[in-house]
């Protein structure tokens, strides 16, 4: 999906197609979401094709196994839809262009309990994810922090099909809702399940849940789960952004996925900060980098010298079998929410 977004916006002439009097050439490696592959991958683009910059990967795992690489190397690498907070800590060359797990989680707890009023909570994380796992132990410290108590920790792994054990214990505790930060595949089936015994508590997810696969096989079960992601079409605020859903939607036939937006933004951050150095240098790309400030597809970005930028949080939900847009929560906001945070613990 982050490939077709830029193939799009490139064959239409939405983005620059040069910068400093030379053309930009995309150079394509598939990971396929394995961190073997990604370290492999990184080397070839650094070593072979001659990168000065690299955008990728889409998950955590596969770009910190790649993370190691570019920082010995001195390439700069932008990790569109990267969540896990260590991510930017490998060194300075070390970029994402969304929002971290762990501010993700404080917005969730604050959603669950002054959007849904809930005081207790079940957690069902995915222990096979290192993704879910982190998210799950961010949310249960932000909830509790917050003044609301988790009565239930379960655990599933991915490829399960069976929740029977998690959910009636879920049953027992009767939480006011059900938080799992895991893929679209387990909460489907899980929602379809906890529908079927009478269960009727919201549930509320992350990211991971922005994909069809969630409607296709939750059906109605997953009516009104909500959940937190980087950006929807309707959620645009710039013009670039605006275009880039009405033209997505013309070319592919479908709306506009976060990723793929998520990755056009990292091209851009690479162009932007190749223009202002004055060079394609990698060093003075990572420089630049650090003081990146642009109106992307997703919304203004403004990088910080660690490498993580300040963002908004979109908040979905699932209505008729549709994803729709219900609010944002804002980079300030989410820093009022980290401040009780602070200030209860």
Not at 103 to 110: F, G, H, T
Not at 293 to 317: A, N, S
Request: net charge negative; charged share 20%.
């Amino acid at each position: 999906m982050a490939q077709q977004g830029l193939v799009m916006v490139r064959e239409l002439g939405l983005v620059p197609l040069e910068v400093l009097g030379r053309p930009i050439e995309l150079v394509y490696f598939d990971a396929r979401t394995d961190p073997v592959e990604a370290a492999t991958g990184a080397t070839r683009l650094i070593e072979v094709e001659k990168v000065v910059a690299i955008i990728g990967t889409m998950c955590s795992g596969p770009y910190l196994a790649a993370a190691e690489i570019v920082q010995a190397a001195g390439v700069p690498m932008i990790g569109p839809s990267v969540t896990n907070p260590l991510a930017t800590q490998v060194g300075d060359y070390c970029f994402r262009a969304c929002f971290k797990d762990d501010d993700q989680a404080l917005v969730l707890a604050a959603l669950a309990l002054d959007y849904f009023g809930a005081k207790t909570a079940a957690v069902v994380i995915d222990v096979a994810q290192a993704y879910c796992v982190g998210l799950g132990k961010y949310f249960i410290e932000a909830f509790e922090a917050l003044g609301g108590k988790v009565v239930a920790e379960l655990y599933c792994r991915t490829g399960d099909v069976d929740y029977t054990a998690q959910l009636t214990e879920i049953q027992r505790v009767n939480p006011d809702i059900i938080f799992t930060p895991n893929y679209y595949t387990e909460v489907a089936m899980m929602a379809r399940q906890a529908r079927d015994l009478g269960l009727t508590q919201p549930i509320l997810g992350t990211d991971g849940l922005f994909a069809p696969e969630l409607l296709w096989i939750g059906g109605a079960a997953v009516e009104g789960i909500r959940f937190t992601t980087f950006w929807h079409p309707d959620a645009a605020t710039t013009e670039l952004g605006r275009l880039y859903a009405e033209r997505y939607k013309e070319y592919y036939g479908r709306i506009a996925d976060a990723d793929g937006a998520l990755a056009v933004d990292a091209y851009l951050l690479i162009v932007d900060a190749i223009k202002r150095a004055g060079s394609a240098d990698p060093k003075a790309i990572k420089d630049a980098l650090q003081t990146a400030d642009i109106e992307g597809v997703t919304g203004r970005i403004v990088m910080t010298p660690q490498g993580d930028p300040v963002r908004d949080f979109c908040v979905l939900r699932v209505e008729n079998g549709q994803f729709v847009y219900t609010t944002t929560i804002t980079a300030s906001e989410a820093e009022e929410i980290k401040a009780r945070v602070k200030k209860k613990g």
